[in-house]
């Protein structure tokens, strides 16, 4: 929703026939970076890192974080006080299973909301050795506990998209019973494609009816994370939860940054989140968990507005040629970077970027000296010597 002119994709998207399931929708996101990002392998994030990345997430416009699992893990226990504190304007969720002892931790920490968590797939079940009546009564209990104590919950069905369909109704329906006040459809090891997640959240959302929030939680596990939340969203789910960067176990979890560019950019859905903040958020979890994103991941990527490529260069500028969004869009810098595959408009734009004047003739000879240095670097040629080798050139 709103300006348009940032954005060039293809009209094919404007089709009603597409737009029409997306029509008036406003989606907001849970992010689970704190708790489910940090099961990434070899991730260890301290309480005050995790206050930090709370405040990014704030700044981006999170309506929910979900600030830890504090019966497991005291440093989770010191992060959430730490945030408590920190004027965060989100609201902070806790997570917990469908065991007493779990919400009371969240009761003696303050904290007004959670998801509530239990298994439910026969294969999740024979894992953990328990009966599908177990479950009934542990997640009633608990969720019941969770309302006489002021927590409000939503219901989350671990391996949800795995379930027997009538079993899955069956405990969703017990929990709102029980006073949960949200559903969580969970594809917890990312085993469903587009269409599969569609019609999950299409039958959840019957089930429960119109006045029951429906989330969508998934895995990217078949590179399908963002392609599966835009259909369950186009099915009826208004909350998306997930991580910065898609950070998680395996695959990860689905990007919600990435998801809320594709909402708004294709479908032009209202998304509760200020996209001009999301590369930032995403160089301070980088930065903070201790990896390297790749320089062409969509959105947050370093290449995604630098131009090599002499027949792009020509083109820049004109970004609708080159690009489906506006860099203004996500506040990134444009930019026209020198190598192997630079051309003549590539030098020229580099040499105004950089206030260095050359003649007409020079052209061809400079190019030439950069495709060299690139080959024999195997890599970009910088700024610096760039400058050296126009100077150098100037001399002879």
């Known amino acids: 929703m709103g300006d348009h002119s940032k954005i060039w994709v293809s009209e094919l998207n404007s089709r009603p026939e597409i737009r029409s399931a997306f029509a008036g929708k406003t989606i907001r996101f849970y992010d ?96 953990y050795g328990i009966s599908r009546d177990e479950v009934l009564k542990r997640v009633t209990e608990a969720i019941s506990f969770a309302r006489k104590n002021g927590i409000a919950t939503a219901y989350f069905a671990v391996d949800g998209t795995r379930t027997e369909l009538a079993f899955l109704k069956k405990t ?39 006045d029951v929030p429906v989330h969508w939680h998934g895995h990217d596990d078949f590179g399908m994370a963002t392609a599966c939340a835009v259909a369950a969203v186009r099915a009826g789910a208004t909350w998306i939860q997930g991580t910065i960067n898609g950070m998680g176990e395996r695959a990860g979890n689905a990007d919600i940054c990435e998801i809320a560019l594709a909402l708004r950019c294709l479908y032009d859905v209202d998304v509760a989140l200020d996209m001009t903040k999301a590369r930032e958020a995403s160089a301070a979890v980088s930065n903070a968990s201790g990896y390297t994103l790749d320089a062409w991941k969509p959105l947050v ?58 003649q007409p003739e020079q052209r061809g000879a400079i190019l030439a000296e950069v495709k060299k240095r690139a080959i024999a670097k195997r890599g970009l040629v910088s700024d610096d010597e760039f400058r050296q080798l126009v100077r150098g050139l100037g001399k002879n």
């Open 32 to 127: 689970t970076t704190l708790r489910d990002g940090e099961q990434t392998v070899g991730v260890v994030l301290s309480p005050q890192q995790k206050v930090e990345i709370a405040r990014k997430l704030d700044q981006l416009g999170v309506s929910r974080i979900e600030a830890g699992f504090p019966k497991v893990s005291p440093e989770d226990v010191e992060a959430i006080q730490l945030m408590q504190k920190a004027n965060i304007k989100a609201e902070l969720w806790g997570f917990s299973r469908a065991v007493k002892g779990d919400v009371e931790e969240l009761v003696r920490l303050g904290l007004t909301a959670s998801v509530i968590e239990s298994p439910t797939s026969d294969i999740k079940l024979k894992a």
């Open 172 to 210: 969703y329906m017990a929990a709102l019973e029980a006073g949960a006040a949200e559903i969580v459809v969970v594809d917890t090891i990312g085993a469903c494609g587009p269409e599969a997640a569609a019609f999950l959240v299409s039958e959840v959302c019957r089930w429960v009816g119109p």
């Open 301 to 358: 990527g370093e290449n995604l507005f630098m131009r090599e490529s002499g027949a792009v260069a020509s083109q820049f500028h004109i970004p609708e040629a080159i690009e489906p969004y506006s860099s203004e869009l996500v506040n990134a810098r444009r930019s026209i970077v020198l190598g192997k595959k630079s051309g003549l408009d590539s030098i020229d734009l580099k040499c105004k970027e950089l206030g260095l004047s050359i």
